[in-house]
């Protein structure tokens, strides 16, 4: 059974950095592309970023882009997302998604951006 | 402003059949599949089509996904107010290298 469990999340205040973790368990990892989605309060669902599953290719949303980071650790079964110089835009609930023929979706880690 | 084009909302009477339409582009939907998420408040979102019409063991038949061009649709017949949810569709966009949401459906059963 496919699990991914979200954690890092927390207040933060604006300029500073938050790294957001995804461990996986039940699939094979280093098989599986991985992104963050994000949902501000009331809001919709927002692309954040993607890594390759062999991390060969990452991609980031217009808005995150310079400051947002994605990596893997095929060891530690994790996917990682550095979040630097965060705004109040940033404020969501922060989804990692593993890629394969079904999507699997983790719970999500709530990311709060207030002084 | 979304990539994705859905109607924000959506309503039905139990029995019905509702359909939340998904309006793309060439770089999104008229090249790639497209995913439908179910999401009810508080909690994460649900695959419920896959590459366009397929749907995950555990899904009823009462939802039917179809794409052609640069659309795509949800189907749901039957309607049950346990349907009362956001419903999202997705794709991955070539010129952005990165996936493209709508901007939800909330679907009211009356």
């Known amino acids: 059974q496919v699990q991914l469990v979200e954690s890092g999340g927390g207040v933060v205040q604006p300029g500073r950095s938050l790294r957001l973790s995804c461990a996986g368990s039940?699939?094979?990892?280093?098989?599986?592309?991985f992104h963050w989605v994000r949902q501000a309060p009331g809001k919709g669902l927002e692309w954040v970023a993607v890594?390759?599953?062999?991390?060969?290719?990452?991609h980031y949303a217009d808005s995150v882009k310079g400051r947002f980071t994605i990596s893997r650790d095929d060891l530690k079964n994790t996917v990682y997302l550095q979040m630097n110089s965060v705004r109040g835009e940033d404020t969501a609930v922060y989804y990692c998604?593993?890629?394969?023929?079904?999507?699997?979706w983790g719970q999500g880690t709530l990311v709060t951006v207030s002084s | 402003q979304s990539a994705l084009t859905q109607p924000p909302s959506a309503s039905g009477t139990p029995g019905q059949t509702v359909t939340i339409s998904c309006s793309g582009i060439t770089s999104n939907i008229g090249s790639n599949t497209v995913n439908w998420y179910q999401q009810f408040p508080g909690a994460a979102p649900k695959v419920l089509v896959y590459?366009?019409?397929q749907r995950p063991s555990g899904v009823p038949d009462r939802f039917f996904g179809s794409r052609s061009g640069t659309s795509a649709s949800l189907a749901i017949s039957g309607l049950q107010s346990e349907d009362e949810a956001d419903y999202y569709c997705v794709a991955w966009d070539d010129s952005l290298n990165g996936w493209v949401f709508g901007g939800g459906t909330k679907l009211t059963v009356l």
């Open positions: 590459t366009d019409n």
């Open positions: 039940g699939f094979t990892f280093s098989k599986a592309g």
């Open positions: 998604v593993a890629t394969g023929t079904i999507d699997s």
């Open positions: 890594i390759w599953y062999d991390g060969s290719r990452k």
